[in-house]
């Protein structure tokens, strides 16, 4: 899938500035060390088991199920791991690497929090610096996720730059690391980014797919018809995918459908951007008639950012992934539904993934299942969901 080192087809690559091509390399050479080396893998599964929680279950949503009508919807329960969300795998893979690079501060942008979470907490756990950036905006809607990175350690430096969001975020991250790279190392939270980072957030995700394929085996004797996961940069859902790619099984990644269709108002690369790059990565990136990175929205935070990864641009050129967008309202809809009848509160970013599960479970014969990775929970989100609610005409 990958004919050029760092690309995937015409995806990927790293256009990065000048000061940070020799970090860039040095990183390179030093994941391609370490996941050849016995010590740091066999490091990286126990700090998976002992310290993050790994293995996570499946669950079988049955009261969601019955509801569709059709498929069994299981859930992959990322949720339940420590800090709250799939994040703290790439977190803990990259901070040992930090590590063993010697280097003795880490920083992290974040968007919905859960990766500065993660981040803080491995920092912590390492007895390493850490700041993280984060949109004063996403500030705002991820108040408690900025108390638990401070709690940690970690100075929270909110960016009013821009859109305030993500995006903003990654921007000030790269500043940062551009100046202090000796000592510091850029924990970049999703599979986007200049090489080597998609690849590198991907092995550190994929055993999200490895569990996943070898639980349905041995407790279901057989694969599921469909897989889903919620597409923002797409760490996740690639760590779920890549499991499966191999296999008859379909696969859906649901980016945020927001409020319409309008450049704007959501942020569905797919459904309305074009080919660009952005963050050092050649991806789909919505944009304007002028070529400038357009304005994006969504009620979740970790979903509202203007680019892809570029393995997610490639599978879907391939029609290997079929991507769907999901609206604000129906996320809402399916962060109550599954609250209310699974006694699971998910992430906001998840609960577009759940939307879209239903509809497909609706469609298929009730011997199918379905598997959806429920990427976090979605304590974070309670009063961006109450304050949605009361603003809902």
Same mark, same amino acid.
């Given at each position: 899938m990958a004919p050029r080192r760092g690309y995937f087809g015409?995806?990927?690559?790293?256009?990065?500035?000048?000061?940070?091509?020799?970090?860039?390399a040095e990183l390179s050479s030093a994941f391609d060390g370490a996941r050849r080396d016995p010590r740091f893998r066999a490091s990286f599964d126990e700090a998976l088991r002992d310290f993050a929680g790994? %293995?996570? *279950?499946l669950y079988? !949503?049955?009261?969601?199920s019955e509801d569709a009508g059709g498929a069994k919807i299981l859930f992959k329960r990322e949720d339940l791991l420590?800090?709250?969300a799939h994040k703290i795998n790439n977190a803990i893979g990259q901070g040992l690497l930090a590590r063993k690079m010697g280097k003795r501060r880490l920083i992290a942008e974040t968007g919905a929090g859960q990766h500065g979470v993660a981040t803080a907490t491995v920092s912590a756990w390492l007895g390493l610096g850490c700041v993280v950036y984060m949109g004063s905006e996403d500030a705002r809607r991820q108040a408690v996720n900025v108390s638990r990175m401070r709690r940690l350690g970690a100075e929270v430096r909110e960016v009013n730059a821009g859109s305030r969001t993500l995006k903003d975020a990654i921007n000030e991250a790269m500043r940062d690391w551009s100046e202090t790279f000796a000592t510091t190392?850029?924990?970049?939270?999703?599979?986007?980014?200049?090489? %080597?980072? *998609?690849?590198?957030? !991907?092995?550190?995700?994929?055993?999200?797919g490895v569990e996943a394929r070898a639980e349905c085996r041995r407790r279901w004797k057989r694969l599921p018809r469909a897989v889903v996961a919620c597409v923002g940069g797409g760490s996740n859902a690639i760590g779920i995918f890549q499991a499966f790619l191999k296999d008859r099984v379909a696969l859906y990644g649901v980016e945020a459908g927001g409020r319409g269709p309008a450049l704007g108002d959501h942020a569905a690369r797919f459904a309305g951007g074009r080919l660009g790059i952005l963050h050092g990565t050649r991806t789909f990136v919505l944009q304007d008639g002028g070529g400038q990175i357009a304005p994006t929205h969504s009620v979740s935070a970790g979903l509202d950012y203007p680019a892809v990864g570029p393995q997610h641009a490639a599978l879907r050129d391939a029609r290997r992934v079929e991507y769907v967008s999901v609206s604000d309202r129906e996320a809402l809809a399916a962060f109550d539904a599954t609250t209310r009848r699974e006694g699971i509160v998910p992430a906001l970013e998840s609960a577009h993934a759940v939307a879209?599960?239903?509809?497909?479970?609706?469609?298929?014969?009730?011997?199918?299942?379905?598997?959806?990775n429920l990427s976090g929970r979605g304590d974070k989100d309670l009063a961006e969901v109450e304050r949605a609610e009361t603003e809902r005409p």
């Open positions: 015409a995806f990927g690559g790293a256009f990065a500035p000048e000061t940070l091509m020799a970090p860039l790994r %293995p996570t *279950p079988f !949503a049955r009261h969601l420590h800090t709250g190392h850029y924990v970049l939270g999703s599979a986007l980014g200049p090489h %080597p980072y *998609p690849s590198m957030v !991907a092995w550190f995700h994929r055993i999200i879209f599960a239903q509809k497909l479970a609706a469609k298929m014969k009730k011997s199918d299942f379905l598997l959806v």
